[in-house]
């Protein structure tokens, strides 16, 4: 069975800076994807990165990158330069290739002014 | 590239009675899937497709819960005798499994309150 935990349900950082959303993940596949999908309120969800298990280098997309630690099976969101508009709810999600994704339970991040 | 739709967005029924939804993915997507989310969760696997084939199906899709995807296109998902507790957000999600990756592109979901 797969599993993905999300243990900060709230979180909140100031306009500019830098916030780190953490998510553990166990499974007993050697690969794999892990995302991680942005949900604003009332809005759809959307994918904000994706990383390759087998790939070590740490994927980036912008103000957006992970810090993947297969051994750890510990897989963290960093934004930096927060936005008004990084205000939502992120999810990780993990994928084995099989079909389905598991969802962790989500952090809501506010970006304050 | 539209993006997955959903229809309808919302949906309020009164318990017992049935509901349709719809999903229509990204065009050539093989792959479909529906999952449930309910406030405060992140999203509950249902079912997928690849093709027109169900290749899976969760515990969680009691047996008056059904999907289709009969031409490998769009998907219907039907829920029959509605209970207030099937009041959730109805997501589909395709990708296009090519190789090794699997990423899904969500849709904007529909909502079902069951009075």
């Known amino acids: 069975a797969q599993t993905v935990t999300q243990s900060q349900p709230e979180m909140s950082v100031q306009e500019a800076e830098t916030v780190t959303l953490s998510c553990t993940y166990d499974?007993?596949?050697?690969?794999?994807?892990l995302f991680w999908y942005k949900q604003p309120p009332s809005r759809q969800m959307i994918l904000v990165i994706r990383?390759?298990?087998?790939?070590?280098q740490n994927a980036t997309e912008n103000r957006f990158s992970v810090n993947f630690q297969k051994a750890a099976k510990s897989f963290s969101l960093k934004i930096s330069d927060s936005q008004l508009g990084d205000t939502a709810m992120y999810f990780c999600a993990l994928n084995t290739n099989a079909g389905k994704s598991t969802f962790g339970d989500g952090t809501t991040l506010t970006v304050k002014p | 590239d539209t993006g997955v739709s959903q229809d309808p967005r919302h949906k309020i029924t009164k318990r017992g009675q049935n509901v349709t939804f719809r999903c229509d993915p990204i065009s050539e997507h093989n792959r479909l899937y529906w999952y449930r989310q309910t406030l405060g969760q992140g999203p509950e696997f249902l079912t997928y497709?690849?093709?027109?084939?169900?290749?899976?199906k969760s515990r969680l899709l009691s047996d008056r819960f059904s999907a289709e995807r009969p031409k490998g296109s769009f998907s219907t998902l039907e829920i029959q005798r509605t209970e207030q507790g099937d009041s959730a957000m109805y997501l589909c999600?395709?990708?296009?499994?090519?190789?090794?990756?699997?990423?899904?592109?969500f849709g904007p979901g529909t909502r079902l309150t069951v009075l």
């Open positions: 497709f690849q093709n027109e084939a169900q290749l899976e």
């Open positions: 990383q390759e298990a087998y790939k070590q």
């Open positions: 999600a395709s990708s296009l499994m090519r190789e090794s990756t699997d990423t899904q592109y």
């Open positions: 499974t007993s596949e050697n690969n794999y994807y």
